[in-house]
């Protein structure tokens, strides 16, 4: 069993979190086992951290996996995948953890199974360092339909840091195999929108975050919005920009942190979406991230997106242990495609 | 392939107070504050299976919030609430007494399950209650403390662990390992002692005398360094502060008749005849001390149980008092006889043995311990430097002469360390010019055979007496008698006057070109007016 087991340094190129997750992640949808080391070996605490762990537990559940090292603080784990198992699942991840992290290491698997699933998922559904929801749902969920599967996400509850206590529930209707796509052009814009979501905050975070918006952005008064969230257990404080364009949606999200000005965090958003409309490349900094599983999975077709950050480049090392068809990055000007062969 | 998990088999369980105050909150400000009890529960790296949450019945709302809350950060966590109700949370009997029934009470599980005690919540008392718990194992794990993030990066604040096994801490356990080699070294009297069953023996000594109050039971003949030891083990304890009062030192082949009563236990004016004033006896002067009865197999019976009831019970009763008297004190027993033999013999109390051979030591005999000679040999001369203020040292090979028949089965060494200090006094006394020379040791050599050999056929001088008259023996200076002693042994174990000749001069022999040793030996007994038909003749009776 262990012959074709895959050895990987955790520790290599941004040496984080998404090394494991990644990991996982083909690791389920290929059978392939896998042994990690120096996990997180970058961070200042290294090691698996409880997100991970359940992450660790969630791929378990649904792969039968036999699994050593699986515990908060361990810098090794070896993981061995039996068979897919879709159905029905439920996972709660503590420290208000990331809910999108742990979809994002299980759908993979999920969206090429032979039945479909339905996963409910405790804790962060809007957290800094991953995914938020607003953004799986209108900017990588809809390109992942147009490969084939179903996939949906319904947000439930809230859920921000400290707190916790959110609730998202993911369907996935899979296919056999994933339809090829091809992403080079951003097409005219269609629409573009702001939404200040604030839970157990005062609505003028959201006022002030809207008015930095409309001042550096200049958007129309339409397109901005103000959500008041009731059901949350703690605060939060959310800003998510949505630039609709004819063949993409990209959405950039501002999360309000204690201590900080609501006007610092929207300035710091707007100059995310200014760098995206200044370009052309139709596919963002963490939308590429996010997409290059599934092309790496189909086994072809491209996409376009600015110049790769560390951890896109650590993901795609990370994908080319598990995949024989490889992600080719491909240089232009101020861009770059990734073509998947 | 079937599911199987194959670590993270054993539990982490937090036993903690709910904190009124700290861990108190309400509305969505509380998401705001940091709780301890909340915050053991948010942190990325740290993984609370149970917690076992203690509060008071006026507190149930507040426990509620917060088990709600744990819930939300942490739905690996199983929270356990259990009432507890302090009447005053800062009376320290109260707090101790309830923590230690609950911590008693409680279904401990250590094969399966780590423990630790979160002492950030409660009153100071109560943390107090939660070390002493813990310090006395009564709680099987360690401690954790929380505390409040130092800046805002630091998310769920601070989180530390604290073991009570300092020995764990590399810093504080070479500084133990230096207070303990200290302890060691004291114990052996500064003597690099090599024997290696007589060193683990005094690592033993070490350990227990730092921890115990019962009875200490040293076993060991005569000379073995009895009292030296059991003066160390006080000043050991002294100098840790476990022990306030001073040591009373007593050899019991001293104390005879109603005598012996009155020293040990003391008596009242008119107790019997010469009872002129009170006395409060030995026992009550190592009150908050250390009593060392040395030769304790020589006490009365009658002695012994009133000993018996002192140790027990701390309360004697003095000689004609109507009055008890007590007296708080560890007691140290030396002996050199077999006291279970005394037991047999009805000569020592079963109950009183029973009772002191808790903690027993055997001192080895000094001839069990050939390598240790050499360092106490410097030992001795040290002691003899400091003594006389005057240094004396070994010429090699006398040195060298000395320590081979020192270490030889020739050494008997009967009176152990009494006997080996008696004989490095006496070579430091003859040495000329404060070297000990070789002809020095070559007599001491003699003298120590023959005190031997007499002891282990009864009395001293047995011999001379049996030969010279008692007027003539006065007139033989001490220092003289062992050499008379050895040459009419020899003598008397020789066929002629030549083989005892031979026998005594045996090294010089080869070295002369005329040996009439015989003609040596009988003018060295003629000094004494013995001859060699005289003394062969006695001998034959």
Redesign the interface.
């Known amino acids: 069993m262990s012959s074709d087991l895959i050895h990987i340094d955790g520790s290599f190129g941004e040496g984080g979190g998404q090394i494991l997750r990644t990991s996982l992640a083909l690791s389920v949808a290929t059978g392939r086992p896998f042994r990690i080391e120096n996990i997180r070996a970058n961070r200042s605490?290294p090691?698996l951290?409880?997100?991970h762990?359940t992450a660790v537990q969630a791929a378990?559940a649904i792969s039968?996996?036999?699994?050593?090292?699986?515990?908060?603080?361990?810098t090794c784990i070896e993981f061995?995948p039996?068979e897919l198992r879709c159905g029905d699942y439920h996972f709660?991840?503590?420290?208000?953890?990331s809910t999108t992290l742990v979809l994002q290491t299980i759908l993979p698997a999920l969206m090429l199974g032979e039945a479909p699933s339905t996963i409910s998922l405790?804790?962060g559904t809007h957290n800094a360092y991953a995914p938020s929801v607003h953004f799986l749902t209108r900017a990588f969920l809809p390109l992942v339909e147009r490969m084939g599967p179903r996939v949906s996400i319904e947000l439930e509850r809230h859920g921000f840091y400290?707190?916790?206590?959110g609730r998202i529930c993911a369907r996935i209707e899979p296919v056999k195999k994933l339809t090829p796509l091809t992403l080079l052009e951003r097409g005219d814009e269609v629409r573009r929108s702001a939404t200040a979501t604030v839970a157990?905050?005062s609505g003028d975070i959201a006022k002030r975050e809207l008015a930095i918006i409309q001042q550096k952005l200049s958007f129309p008064d339409e397109a901005l919005k103000i959500e008041q969230i009731k059901d949350a257990?703690?605060?939060g404080n959310i800003l998510s920009i949505e630039i609709e364009s004819e063949h993409v949606t990209e959405v950039f999200t501002g999360f309000g942190?204690?201590?900080v000005a609501a006007e610092r965090i929207a300035a710091e958003t707007a100059k995310d979406v200014r760098r995206y409309l200044g370009s052309t490349a139709p596919v963002g900094r963490h939308l590429a991230d996010q997409l290059m599983i599934p092309f790496a999975l189909a086994g072809d077709g491209e996409f376009r997106t600015g110049r790769l950050s560390g951890h896109s480049e650590t993901n795609l090392e990370t994908i080319g242990w598990f995949l024989p068809s490889r992600l080719e990055v491909v240089n232009r000007d101020d861009s770059v495609d990734i073509q998947a062969q | 392939?079937?599911?199987?998990?194959?670590?993270?088999d054993r539990r982490m369980v937090v036993l903690g107070l709910l904190g009124t105050s700290l861990d108190m909150g309400k509305g969505?400000k509380r998401?705001?504050r940091w709780r301890p009890t909340v915050s053991l529960?948010?942190?990325?790296?740290?993984?609370v299976d149970r917690l076992d949450l203690l509060c008071g019945k006026r507190w149930s709302k507040l426990a509620d919030v917060v088990t709600e809350?744990i819930k939300?950060?942490?739905?690996?966590?199983e929270v356990i609430l259990h009432q507890v109700d302090f009447r005053d949370p800062w009376d320290f009997q109260e707090v101790y007494a309830t923590l230690h029934d609950f911590v008693a009470a409680y279904p401990f599980d250590t094969d399966n399950e780590d423990y630790l005690l979160h002492i950030t919540t409660g009153t100071h008392v109560a943390q107090i209650c939660e070390f002493l718990l813990a310090e006395a194992r009564y709680f099987p794990g360690k401690l954790i403390q929380t505390g409040p993030p130092r800046a805002?990066a630091d998310?769920?604040g601070v989180l530390q662990v604290i073991d009570l096994d300092l020995s764990k801490y590399d810093r504080l356990a070479s500084r133990f390992e230096r207070e303990h080699e200290d302890a060691i070294a004291s114990l052996k009297d500064g003597i690099e002692t090599r024997n290696k069953a007589f060193n683990r023996l005094i690592e033993e000594i070490e350990h227990v005398a730092a921890r115990t109050t019962d009875p200490i039971l040293v076993t060991g003949p005569t000379g073995a360094g009895k009292s030296r030891l059991a003066r160390r083990i006080f000043e050991l304890r002294k100098h840790r502060r476990l022990v306030e009062g001073e040591l009373v030192e007593v050899n019991c082949a001293t104390l005879r008749g109603d005598g012996a009563m009155s020293t040990l236990f003391g008596h009242k004016k008119g107790a019997f005849t010469g009872a002129t004033s009170d006395r409060q006896g030995l026992l009550r002067s190592a009150n908050q001390g250390m009593l060392f009865l040395d030769e304790i197999g020589e006490l009365g019976l009658d002695e012994q149980a009133m000993l018996l009831r002192a140790v027990e019970e701390k309360r004697f009763l003095p000689l004609g008092s109507d009055k008890e008297s007590s007296s708080e004190f560890q007691l140290l027993a030396g002996t050199n006889r077999d006291l279970l033999t005394q037991v047999e013999k009805g000569e020592f109390r079963e109950d009183l043995l029973a009772r002191i051979n808790l903690w027993t030591f055997q001192l080895p005999s000094l001839r069990d311990r050939p390598e240790d000679i050499e360092p106490n040999i410097d030992y001795e001369l040290d002691a003899h430097a400091k003594q006389r203020g005057q240094l004396v040292r070994f010429s090699r090979e006398a040195r060298s002469r000395y320590v081979t028949f020192a270490t030889s089965s020739d050494a008997y060494w009967s009176g152990n360390f009494r006997d080996l200090s008696a004989s490095i006094t006496r070579m430091a006394t003859l040495a000329p010019g404060g070297r000990i020379n070789d002809d020095v040791v070559k007599l001491e050599i003699d003298r120590l055979g023959v005190a031997w050999r007499t002891r282990a056929q009864g009395s001293h001088f047995s011999l001379l007496e049996e030969v010279l008259s008692p007027e003539k023996l006065e007139t033989i200076d001490l220092f003289d008698r062992p050499q008379l002693e050895l040459v009419i042994t020899v003598c008397r174990e020789s066929r002629s006057l030549s083989e005892a000749g031979r026998k005594l001069f045996a090294a010089s022999r080869m070295r002369r070109k005329s040996t009439n040793d015989s003609d040596r030996v009988r003018k060295y007994l003629a000094r004494f007016g013995l001859d060699w038909d005289a003394l062969c003749r006695m001998d034959g009776g």
């Open positions: 605490k090691g951290l409880r997100q762990l378990t039968g996996a036999r699994v050593v090292g699986d515990a908060v603080n361990s061995h039996d709660s991840i503590g420290t208000a953890g405790e804790g400290p707190a916790g206590g157990n905050l257990i703690g605060p942190e204690r201590g | 392939m079937a599911h199987e998990s194959e670590s993270r969505h998401w705001e529960c948010q942190h990325e790296d740290f993984l809350d939300s950060v942490s739905p690996e966590t805002k998310g769920a």
